[in-house]
């Protein structure tokens, strides 16, 4: 009988992390709503490729992917000319997110908004946001908390009016952003830029090479998620064009002016804003957890987001309903959240314990420390000192300037004339074992005066007992004295 522990499959799990075990992975939809929400190409990958690309080194998979793509290169490996500018483009996406906004803020330029269409865009504004940033976020894409049907509704309604895809899509591509962050998989990668994660990645093609998935078989068993999906077209254009055209033209008849302003221009604010979270929060900010992968913590980024600025605690603990921990730091997605929960209409709100984040915390306080530590000159380590016998050190001491201190010869005659105790104190020392007096029966020792008498070690005294920290030595002795 073996007595090997078996070793887990990283096919299967890969493919449960995928979703590429259930009957019915589909991601994106068909016609136009699916090249609304990315193509197939981009999903469609299995779990022993994506195993097979984790076990090979980068090297070797850039060589087999090279080899793949000899007699048909993909547009994106080929290089931007004059005469190929326009394959590279996903025009789609470029009409939806940079040209009609265009023509939104020129119509805009010619027609002012009157106040109660101001308003009521802005009023819009906040429940789209909400809905993406509380919904297709933390409560689709990272299961935070669970909600009431009708919040969900609501979600999915005022969230399709962002114009940023379903929530299966949304969910997927966020999903394989948390599973790839900074790699070739992510689809908003940092390290190509922050245009690239801004903005980029939607108006130019995709490698197909780089398609990756993420289990999303929750989503696909919710109705209010199947629904939207597959009528995601309709309520799209419903929720962002029609909805704020009629209330703002039935309610006091600036049908242009709802169209433009609470359809056309809320819509580009609100998929800048949340470009945002994918470009500035991994760009600006600080890494008071990790410092590993780009996220980061910004209050400016928080302004703009909703709160998701606090991006680095994010990415650590992505399934906890908050982003930020100190009351006063902006997060109106954790304020909302946490109203809903005490109306009853949200529950099971999840939080990481207060001793993990410390320790989060702690963790890269200790690697910033290591770093500044690691510029510094801290003396020469015990294993790398040469002996010393007895005979040498008494011969050299007088003329050298040499002073043995836990078993440490140390070279002292540049300090001799500096030492803030007198010259006197270290002569009359000079070839003699200086411990006890070093370490607090003469004088309790600084640590600056600790950290530059490790800088002066020259050897280790052959058959003498030794101890390189001095700190904790010198505390013993002190104790010993109080006792006494």
Excluded at 176 to 187: G, K, L, N, Q
Excluded at 233 to 242: G, T
Aim: net charge positive; aromatic share 10%; with cysteine.
């Amino acid at each position: 009988m073996s007595d090997k522990v078996e070793v887990a499959d990283v096919t299967s799990l890969n493919a449960l992390a995928a979703g590429t075990n259930k009957k019915n992975p589909r991601v994106v939809a068909a016609g136009l709503g699916g090249r609304l929400m990315g193509t197939k190409s981009l999903v469609d990958v299995t779990a022993d490729e994506i195993t097979k690309d984790s076990e090979s080194s980068l090297a070797e998979k850039d060589r087999k992917d090279k080899e793949k793509w000899t007699k048909m290169t993909h547009i994106s490996d080929q290089p931007w000319t004059w005469s190929n500018w326009s394959e590279h483009i996903n025009w789609l996406n470029l009409i939806l997110v940079v040209l009609v906004p265009t023509v939104g803020f020129v119509c805009a330029l010619r027609h002012p908004p009157q106040l109660k269409t101001a308003v009521m865009g802005v009023i819009l504004y906040i429940l789209s946001g909400l809905s993406i940033t509380a919904g297709y976020h933390r409560l689709y894409s990272h299961k935070a908390y669970d909600a009431a049907v009708p919040v969900k509704i609501f979600f999915a309604l005022f969230g399709a009016g962002a114009v940023e895809g379903s929530i299966k899509w949304w969910g997927h591509s966020h999903r394989v952003h948390h599973r790839y962050t900074d790699t070739a998989r992510d689809p908003y990668d940092a390290r190509q830029g922050l245009w690239y994660s801004h903005m980029g990645w939607l108006l130019i093609k995709a490698n197909p090479k780089n398609r990756a998935r993420a289990d999303i078989s929750d989503l696909t068993g919710d109705w209010v998620v199947n629904f939207q999906h597959r009528h995601y077209l309709v309520i799209m254009i419903f929720m962002a064009l029609v909805l704020p055209t009629l209330i703002a033209g039935l309610g006091w008849g600036d049908y242009w002016g709802g169209f433009v302003y609470g359809g056309i221009i809320r819509s580009f604010f609100i998929q800048q804003a949340t470009f945002a979270i994918n470009s500035l929060a991994h760009w600006i900010g600080s890494q008071p957890f990790d410092d590993r992968r780009t996220p980061r913590d910004n209050v400016i980024t928080a302004l703009v987001t909703f709160g998701e600025g606090y991006h680095n605690f994010h990415h650590e603990f992505p399934s906890d309903y908050r982003n930020a921990l100190i009351w006063y730091q902006y997060d109106p997605t954790k304020i909302t959240i946490w109203v809903l929960s005490k109306l009853g209409l949200a529950w099971g709100l999840k939080t990481f314990s207060q001793n993990a984040i410390e320790q989060g915390l702690i963790q890269q306080q200790q690697k910033k420390l290591d770093r500044m530590k690691s510029k510094l000159e801290w003396g020469t380590m015990l294993n790398e000192l040469p002996l010393m016998d007895k005979e040498e050190f008494t011969a050299r001491a007088k003329k050298d300037g040499l002073i043995l201190i836990s078993g440490i010869v140390h070279d002292v005659k540049q300090f001799i004339k500096q030492h803030p105790g007198g010259q006197a104190l270290i002569r009359v020392s000079l070839g003699k074992d200086a411990t006890k007096a070093f370490n607090g029966m003469v004088y309790a020792h600084s640590n600056a005066a600790h950290n530059m008498l490790a800088n002066m070690r020259i050897a280790i005294l052959k058959d003498h007992a030794v101890n390189g920290n001095t700190f904790d030595l010198q505390q013993e002795f002190l104790d010993k004295e109080k006792v006494n």
